[in-house]
């Protein structure tokens, strides 16, 4: 390494050394980034998956009202009646997010011949509702009874609080199970972490509404039976990726 000691002429010499000092800066320069990069470089990625089970207590539902006849008025009025019927019962068990989802009349055609004809109307109201699990077998039968002739969708769902819980215990599993798994692969190769750099929550989703096959199970339910329904459980996966510098 050249340094200012070695040159003793009196006015070249401060020149030179001057000129050695910034060739040793460019040097170091060139050299720092090269070892920066091997210090970035040497990072493990590792991603831990975490799960949380809960019971699917809250039911949503879509049922409605369908009527066919020569008249339209006549199917519209039938539909009317009979819906607002069904409200009036829904209303009265204090169901969740009660809102009309589709009112419907269309002409029904006989294409014999030259020219489309008119031969009846068929119309139907729908609703969706949400409400406990435990109680939606019982509220289908008196629906039925009332007039719906019609179930569209039974879905069922965990509340969002238990949602909101189980999301925060997965991805705490999640965490951990990366961590552990970098220990295992680092200790094995006779290394330590020093940080984590990065973190990614690669998915927190919460679970898709498990559905129920409702109409099938009502059609074949003898009237004085109870229609059983059972909510099952739903799980909520999380992911989590961790980046450490070793």
Do not use: C, H
Request: cysteine-free; aromatic content about 4%; glycine content about 6%.
């Amino acid at each position: 390494m050249i340094t200012l000691q070695r040159w003793i002429l009196p006015s070249a010499g401060l020149v030179l050394g001057a000129t050695a000092l910034a060739v040793g800066l460019i040097n170091i320069a060139a050299i720092s980034p090269v070892k920066a990069q091997e210090a970035v470089s040497r990072v493990l990625t590792v991603t831990g998956e975490g799960s949380e089970s809960i019971p699917a207590t809250l039911a949503q539902v879509q049922l409605g009202v369908t009527a066919q006849g020569e008249n339209a008025q006549t199917v519209q009025q039938e539909i009317a009646q009979r819906s607002s019927a069904v409200v009036e019962l829904l209303r009265s068990q204090n169901v969740d997010e009660l809102q009309t989802t589709g009112i419907r009349l269309n002409p029904q055609y006989n294409y014999d011949g030259n020219q489309p004809r008119i031969t009846g109307y068929t119309g139907s109201n729908t609703v969706s509702f949400q409400m406990p699990t435990d109680e939606v077998g019982t509220l289908l039968d008196d629906a039925i009874a009332t007039g719906a002739n019609q179930i569209d969708s039974v879905s069922f769902v965990a509340a969002d609080d238990a949602i909101d819980t189980a999301r925060g215990t997965a991805l705490q599993e999640a965490t951990a199970d990366a961590q552990a798994q970098a220990d295992v692969v680092l200790q094995s190769l006779n290394l330590s972490s020093q940080e984590i750099i990065g973190i990614q929550v690669n998915n927190a989703n919460p679970p898709m509404p498990i559905p129920f096959a409702a109409q099938a199970r009502l059609a074949d339910a003898v009237p004085e039976a109870t229609t059983p329904v059972e909510g099952g459980e739903q799980t909520v996966n999380a992911r989590v990726t961790l980046q450490i510098r070793y």
